[in-house]
């Protein structure tokens, strides 16, 4: 990255090179893209001599609209002591959490993402056709081979920008988030869909007291447009993954144990293969505390030293909505007064890649969040993932 060169593709150029000035020790986003190149198939009145000619393009982004939406059906503490060993108090103690919204009936998690991209448009003043690119930051889609063309479909988008999935659980919605700036500073887009979404009660074992509590289904979108480097509004960023962490939380394959009539043809011992599908998510509490209490402080200051910002200069700390305790402990490392925290985690749950935009939506439209504050945004769970940014709403 800190020498990156490559072919990209925008909306109105189909295909150029470009050569991206070094980052001086990853400093967030490179502003500065010098493009150079020979433009294949490209109807353009410019001399074959002038299109070689290396051009500065100086190009930010910023977030300029947001949306959130959550199912109808709402389950309380109380709802849930019915069904496993637990009560309101137990929960709420632990977790902060003391409701959540689940998917229910003919409830669909592509129609929740879409009605939470619909009102990041609105918000911003841009037409479905003018997206350029929609990213869906999600690890349970409806169909396996991904969600994102189908809420480009919901949408009405009749130019057939590029959607594709994101997978990363709960850090999902921050990788999308710094993709999409990537994508505007070394690819030409202007305006990037980001879209988070899961529906993790599908995913849980609600007899299992430890997980079944924590989880809630929503879905939270923001646009993240083009915009002069004088008005850049992403700073830095900081990322990290470690794969020895997964056996703290994880929702792996299982076979199943017969394939009935497949499993008499003996002729390739093997095969077919058994049918399989996802368990159940497993997860080790204690060790995922300790891993984000840990690493999430560490990822904000990393972010802030390349963005070049003292921790005072955060008007909010806004983090993955998984527990209250990580929430005040993260943020009592990082001095910041806890009314410039963030949380909506007691109406919602964890809401995984939803949990970022959902609580950014809900401050934005309550007025707490103004255009011009700094924020700073952290994601962290599975596969162990994490990492933060540095930005500017507005």
């Known amino acids: 990255m800190?020498?990156?060169?490559?072919?990209?593709?925008?909306?109105?150029?189909?295909?150029?090179?470009?050569?991206?000035?070094?980052?001086?020790?990853?400093?967030?986003?490179?502003?500065?893209?010098?493009?150079?190149?020979?433009?294949?198939?490209?109807?353009?009145?410019?001399?074959?001599?002038?299109?070689?000619?290396?051009?500065?393009?100086?190009?930010?982004?910023?977030?300029v609209g947001c949306g959130s939406a959550v199912p109808a059906l709402q389950i309380s503490n109380d709802d849930l002591s019915k069904i496993v060993d637990t009560n309101d108090e137990w929960i709420s103690v632990r977790t902060g959490i003391r409701r959540r919204h689940v998917l229910s009936g003919g409830d669909s998690l592509e129609t929740l993402a879409a009605e939470a991209a619909r009102k990041a448009l609105e918000m911003a003043k841009v037409e479905p056709d003018d997206i350029d690119l929609i990213l869906m930051c999600t690890s349970t889609p409806e169909d396996l081979f991904g969600s994102a063309p189908q809420i480009q479909k919901q949408l009405g988008c009749t130019k057939n920008p590029l959607s594709y999935d994101i997978t990363a659980a709960c850090s999902g919605f921050l990788l999308g988030l710094i993709s999409a700036a990537c994508h505007v500073r070394?690819?030409?887009?202007?305006?990037?869909?980001?879209?988070?979404?899961?529906?993790?009660?599908?995913?849980?074992?609600?007899?299992?007291?430890?997980?079944?509590?924590?989880?809630?289904?929503?879905?939270?979108?923001?646009?993240?447009?083009?915009?002069?480097?004088?008005?850049?509004?992403?700073?830095?960023?900081?990322?990290?993954?470690?794969?020895?962490?997964?056996?703290?939380?994880?929702?792996?394959?299982?076979?199943?144990?017969?394939?009935?009539?497949?499993?008499?043809?003996?002729?390739?011992?093997?095969?077919?293969?058994?049918?399989?599908?996802?368990?159940?998510?497993?997860?080790?509490?204690?060790?995922?505390?300790?891993?984000?209490?840990?690493?999430?402080?560490?990822?904000?200051?990393?972010?802030?030293?390349?963005?070049?910002?003292?921790?005072?200069?955060?008007?909010?700390?806004l983090l993955h909505q998984a527990n209250q305790r990580i929430i005040d402990a993260v943020a009592n490392r990082l001095e910041v007064p806890s009314e410039r925290v963030i949380s909506n985690l007691a109406n919602y749950g964890n809401t995984s890649a939803a949990s970022i935009p959902l609580a950014l939506d809900e401050a934005v439209r309550s007025g707490k969040v103004k255009a011009g504050q700094t924020i700073a945004a952290a994601g962290f769970g599975a596969g162990l993932t994490w990492g933060s940014a540095i930005v500017r709403w507005g």
């Open 2 to 63: 800190a020498n990156a060169s490559g072919l990209f593709h925008t909306p109105s150029v189909p295909n150029f090179r470009v050569r991206v000035r070094p980052l001086s020790r990853f400093q967030g986003f490179s502003t500065k893209v010098y493009c150079s190149g020979n433009i294949d198939g490209a109807h353009t009145t410019v001399s074959p001599s002038q299109s070689r000619i290396p051009r500065l393009v100086s190009q930010g982004c910023k977030l």
């Open 186 to 317: 070394g690819g030409g887009f202007r305006n990037v869909l980001v879209v988070g979404a899961d529906a993790l009660s599908r995913h849980v074992d609600w007899t299992d007291r430890g997980t079944c509590i924590l989880f809630g289904d929503a879905a939270g979108a923001v646009l993240v447009q083009a915009c002069d480097s004088e008005e850049d509004g992403f700073f830095g960023f900081d990322l990290h993954s470690d794969g020895s962490g997964q056996r703290h939380l994880n929702a792996g394959i299982k076979e199943k144990v017969s394939n009935n009539a497949l499993d008499s043809n003996g002729s390739v011992r093997g095969f077919p293969p058994k049918q399989s599908s996802y368990s159940n998510i497993q997860m080790n509490g204690k060790e995922v505390f300790r891993f984000a209490v840990r690493c999430v402080p560490q990822t904000i200051e990393s972010s802030l030293e390349k963005a070049g910002l003292p921790a005072s200069s955060i008007d909010w700390l």
